[in-house]
T-cell receptor, first 112, second 114 residues
Framework: EDKVVQSPLSLVVHEGDTVTLNCSYEVTNFRSLLWYKQEKKAPTFLFMLTSSGIEKKSGRLSSILDKKELFSILNITATQTGDSAIYLCAVVRNTNAGKSTFGDGTTLTVKP | DAGVTQSPTHLIKTRGQQVTLRCSPKSGHDTVSWYQQALGQGPQFIFQYYEEEERQRGNFPDRFSGHQFPNYSSELNVNALLLGDSALYLC?????????????FGPGTRLTVT
């Protein structure tokens, strides 16, 4: 069975800090790893990573995948209170398009 | 461009009752997946619909069933509700032509079973 483990479970930082969120996975026939941000209800898509070693960036957020060691990290620089959310990591198999296996998320709280 | 919509937003039911949740996918999407998210956990895959058929299913009992309509909208039905069914139910849509790997989520339906 596919497995996704995120760490830490929760994190409290102050505005301006840089944070690194971790996601390790075990999946048969890996296709992609996805990061989502969940604030109130709907998870919103951040990144999809398929190739190892290629960093994806969007503003202050960046992510990279290591397919050899089976993990990904999500970095957020110069954090803001609006970054407070649950960050979810999910994996998808090649054969199971549309079915994502999620971790339990990291709850990030950014204090002013 | 309308995103994924779900109804109702909140629902309170009693044990043993039945419930139907609804989802309209993002414009241009043809695939709908349903997830259950219990408090403090990540979403768990229930099943996926494409071309009005159940394409994949997670580890959920037969009490959970669904349907997809010709306009790609979908329903999730849960029979004989248990207290443990209380959760946020998320619908996600995608386009199979793009491999359906990138999913867009709706705001969810919060189901409380008392």
């Amino acid at each position: 069975e596919d497995k996704v483990v995120q760490s830490p479970l929760s994190l409290v930082v102050h505005e301006g800090d840089t944070v690194t969120l971790n996601c390790s996975y075990e999946v048969t026939n890996f296709r992609s790893l996805l990061w989502y941000k969940q604030e109130k209800k709907a998870p919103t898509f951040l990144f999809m990573l398929t190739s190892s070693g290629i960093e994806k960036k969007s503003g202050r957020l960046s992510s990279i995948l290591d397919k050899k060691e089976l993990f990904s990290i999500l970095n957020i620089t110069a954090t803001q209170t609006g970054d407070s959310a649950i960050y979810l990591c999910a994996v998808v198999r090649n054969t199971n398009a549309g079915k994502s296996t999620f971790g339990d998320g990291t709850t990030l709280t950014v204090k002013p | 461009d309308a995103g994924v919509t779900q109804s109702p937003t909140h629902l309170i039911k009693t044990r043993g009752q039945q419930v139907t949740l609804r989802c309209s996918p993002k414009s241009g999407h043809d695939t709908v997946s349903w997830y259950q998210q219990a408090l403090g956990q990540g979403p768990q895959f229930i099943f996926q619909y494409y071309e009005e058929e159940e394409r994949q299913r997670g580890n959920f009992p037969d009490r959970f069933s669904g349907h997809q309509f010709p306009n790609y909208s979908s329903e999730l039905n849960v029979n004989a509700l248990l207290l443990g069914d209380s959760a946020l139910y998320l619908c996600a849509s995608s386009f199979l032509g793009q491999g359906a790997y990138e999913q867009y989520f709706g705001p969810g339906t919060r189901l409380t079973v008392t």
